[in-house]
């Protein structure tokens, strides 16, 4: 079992940056495969990014590519959303979340079993 918590939201304008981070407990953190999602006022639960359990191989959803980042720090337990060039419509909750049984990124929150209690994120225009 892992227990995780974000940290690093917070209210930025249109362009701006941040860096989220989603710490982990327990000794099994290598052993999942992470992900970020997403969660606006009034919308489904969306994927943003995972990342494989070494951290060779991530996978960023379509409108996030080339301004947000997924990556993890094992020895530190801990993952990391870097999010660049930020839009209003990045505004959401973001929830980091550990796949344990996958052994490949999946993308449906279903199959993520672990949950932190999510961090706000919201952007100005």
């Known amino acids: 079992q892992v227990q995780l918590a974000e940290s690093g939201g917070g209210l930025v304008q249109t362009g701006g940056s941040l860096r989220l981070s989603c710490a982990a407990s327990?000794?099994?953190?290598?052993?999942?495969?992470m992900g970020w999602f997403r969660q606006a006022p009034g919308k489904e639960r969306e994927f943003v990014a995972a990342i494989t359990r070494g951290g060779g191989s991530t996978y960023h959803t379509d409108s996030v590519k080339g301004r947000f980042t997924i990556s993890r720090d094992n020895a530190k337990n801990t993952l990391y959303l870097q999010m660049n060039s930020l839009k209003p419509e990045d505004t959401a909750v973001y929830y980091c979340a550990a796949d344990s049984t996958g052994s490949f990124i999946r993308v449906l929150s279903t199959n993520y079993e672990y949950w932190g209690q999510g961090t706000q994120v919201t952007v100005s225009s």
């Open positions: 327990g000794r099994t953190f290598s052993r999942n495969i």
